[in-house]
């Protein structure tokens, strides 16, 4: 019931100098994340996990709480940093490509992993998501975990093996709930599979299942102990974008995808999937090994099922762009399938045709690093003449956190002058709220006033800002006192201040013109009234 490894033909001195190079590369990559980590400051969601990892616990508001324990962990050897917050998803990113390797390297060999490497760490998926610290880079690690510990247990034998695929499993359900979908995926390998079906007659295979549940479980107990309010959260989430048409939803979603894994690589990705799925599951005339043909078979089915699903939602809502990026990890190891299946006994067309695809991803490669280059190093843009609208450049979201933390701590001193008393700090959405946390002086906890804004984590420790019937507060808006979408401050204190001065962001010498402008409010004699104070389940994500 195993199939030969792909490596056991090639010799030892070659598989040796594939290692070699392999491990260099994942090296640089790894160290160019870790300058990227230091270079950029935080984004606010990283603060807003960040707030998280205060507050340990089996569950959060959003999703599940790995996030919070990385972030903590790093935060206990380097502080409370942006590196602390940062460290562990670039280690995460890097672990994931290490695995990934390996995983193409044991099913189809030295050429196939190294065109792999290159597939999934040049882009600008692979760049950011390495590097900014959200759960997504770690639902990719314990999916990638999954998928080489199931193929080790399959295709060569391994029971321990299946022990590292439940573990892997139920740590990628504490990280982010698509998870699940591994599940699916491997069942649709097992049934489809007429060499490796048996397994499905073997306990191993649902005994890591139970596994998994089991590491998964106190968070399904903290959970009911919620309300259930994660699962709430994520039908919330499948319900939006319905003011849009498909067309449009589908056409966002594309790309979306598109302009993560750069255009090339995602049209050479997608053949690559196509073709796969019509090897793996219909009678062929192409020639290929039975032991590949399975291998194949398996990357296929850890890929273009979830990417299919993701597809089909925009019949129903708005996909976001990161929901489906753990989609692609073994299509890249599908793709260098494609371009390592020449043998020397092809026709010459053939051997042409090999030559063309592989003209076609070195030129994918190429655009990825390029594309990849000018978004972590924008000074070059205008350079090369390059000017890209401070609106449409979705890194203005990094900047501007350690601004708004000085001018808060001037404008909550001078409060606290004026008024002999503590004066809290706090924001109507999460990001602000948390940028506060973060950049302020001794990282002070802030309250989320739900005036009409989604619900969030905030839910369930906002009484730990200290704010009190009567008390004082310093509030971070991004609208200024006469826009007529300004939360209501005035409805829960006495007496609402502007502060004399916005607080407005540069990010030069990249843009002149300023990127982003805050307005700090002192706000006097707060009046709790839950009447004002709720939250809008329908709010934005």
Known sequence: MTATPALSDAPPQRRNAGG??????LIAFTLARLLLALRFPLAPDETYYWVWSRHPDWGYYDQGPMIAWWIRAGCLLFGETPLGVRIGVVLAAGLTQGLLCLLARDLLGDRAALWTLLFSGLTPLAFVGGVIA??????????TAAAFFCARAIFFGSSVAWIGAGAAFGAGLLSKHPMILFAPCLLLFLISSPTYRGWLRRPAPYLAGLLGLAIFAPNLWWQSQHDWMTFGHLLNLTGKGTDHGFLRRLGDFLGSQAGLLTPLL?????????RAGVLAFRRSHVSLEEPRREAIRYLFCLSAPALTLFTLMTLKSKVQANWAAFGWLTACAVYAAWLTSANPTEETAQRRSVRRREWYARASVVMAALLSLLLTVPEARPALGIDLSPRLDQANKLYGGAELGAAADRERAAMERETGAYVAVGAATYDNASRLSFYMRGQPHARNFFLGTRPNSYLLWNDRAGLRPGGHALIVDDHPPDHPNLPAFRAIFERVVPAAEPVVVYRRPVYREP?????????????PDPAVERHNRQGGE
């Open 266 to 274: 995602f049209f050479g990705l997608t053949a690559a999937l196509v």
């Open 20 to 25: 070699r190079m392999l491990f260099g590369l």
């Open 515 to 527: 990127i982003h402008t805050y307005y700090l409010y002192r706000c006097y004699g707060y009046r």
């Open 134 to 143: 959200t759960y997504d880079p770690l639902l990719a690690l314990f999916w």
